[in-house]
């Protein structure tokens, strides 16, 4: 797969939930959320197949922390991918809550 012409961007689709990275203009992936109170749950992080291999999902998550960092919210890592780059990536610790039980049941309430 040839690399993007231009640099990828992420943008944050607040409509749906979602932050996406475009690469030339196509989306390439998502990391969707939901929010409740101060705390945004990141719950699933996606880049498609023709994009992989790319860094694209870093860039993304990179992004849309910085973004919830931003807002003034707190981020809770539910997606794996999301946690795993936290653990990688102190600099967002002191505005990262855990996934407790009583999140996850919310989760769940808010994703049908």
Known sequence: MSQPSVAPTVE???AENHYAI????????????????DQRVFYHTEV???FAGQGLASVLVQEALTDVRAAGKRIVPVCPYVAKFLKKHDEFADITDAATPDVLQWLRGELG
């Open 22 to 37: 475009l690469v030339d203009g196509e989306r390439a992936g998502l990391t969707a959320y939901r929010d409740r109170g």
């Open 12 to 14: 944050h689709v607040e």
């Open 48 to 50: 498609d197949d023709a």
